[in-house]
């Protein structure tokens, strides 16, 4: 799937925003990328875990896992097309943790997928667990890297679109001080 392919689906389905937002991570930006938009759409999560399952074709994956409420759709779409199994981690108590019964064995091959990277901190925090089981992890596959291919999780990161979206530390932030009102989308503090 080529880039323009992926960018028309995010549009048309409404998921790339332009307004004064307050991202998971704490900054602000003037875009968003409101995923559960394109995931509404079960044709086009179809399509764009395709996508990543296709650049991951080359390494053995027995289990795909992302973060919640993100990575859900993903991990198990993602895990259908590759034939292997689908779970996501939770936050609890400040930290991701695998409920529901979900475990990951050791030495099981494990492909960590998100939707949206600002900083990489739900992603490292998701990656940190699969470590501590003992997994292996074969890469990371993002929908949208918002840094522009500046963070670094120290594995392959495979991501559809890769954008360098400018984001602010809210004291900096040139659209706090334009006075624009700021909109807190997201499940973070859900």
Same mark, same amino acid.
């Given at each position: 799937?080529?880039? &323009? +392919? ?8 409404? =998921?790339?925003? %332009? ?10 930006? %003037? ?6 938009? *394109? ?11 395709? +996508? ?6 080359? *390494? =053995? *994956?027995? *289990?795909? $896992? !992302?973060?919640? $409420?993100?990575?859900? $759709?993903? @991990? ?7 034939? =292997?199994? =689908? ?5 609890? @108590? ?18 960590? /997928?998100?939707? #949206? /990277? ?6 490292? %925090? #998701? /990656?940190?667990?699969? %470590?501590?089981?003992?997994?292996? &992890?074969?890469?990371?596959? &993002? ?7 500046? #963070? ?6 495979? @991501? ?11 004291? +900096? ?5 334009? !006075?624009?009102? &700021? ?8």
């Amino acid at each position: 799937m080529k880039l &323009i +392919e992926i960018m028309d689906l995010l549009e048309e389905s409404g =998921a790339y925003l %332009e307004g004064h937002f307050l991202l998971t991570s704490g900054r602000h930006s %003037e875009r968003y990328f409101e995923k559960f938009r *394109v995931l509404e759409h079960p044709q086009y999560a179809e399509r764009l875990c395709s +996508e990543l399952a296709r650049r991951f074709q080359d *390494v =053995a *994956v027995d *289990v795909v $896992i !992302g973060p919640a $409420i993100g990575g859900i $759709i993903l @991990a198990y779409e993602t895990a259908r097309q590759l034939g =292997a199994r =689908a779970i996501f981690a939770e936050r609890e @108590a400040g930290r991701m943790q695998l409920r529901r019964g979900f475990a990951i064995e050791a030495g099981e091959k494990v492909l960590v /997928v998100e939707d #949206v /990277v600002t900083t990489g901190g739900s992603v490292q %925090e #998701v /990656v940190e667990l699969v %470590e501590q089981t003992a997994g292996h &992890i074969q890469g990371i596959g &993002i929908l949208m890297d918002r840094s522009g291919g500046a #963070v670094d999780l120290g594995y392959r990161l495979e @991501a559809l679109v890769t954008l360098d979206i400018q984001s602010y530390d809210p004291q +900096e932030c040139p659209l706090c001080r334009q !006075g624009i009102p &700021i909109t807190q989308r997201g499940s973070r503090n859900i």
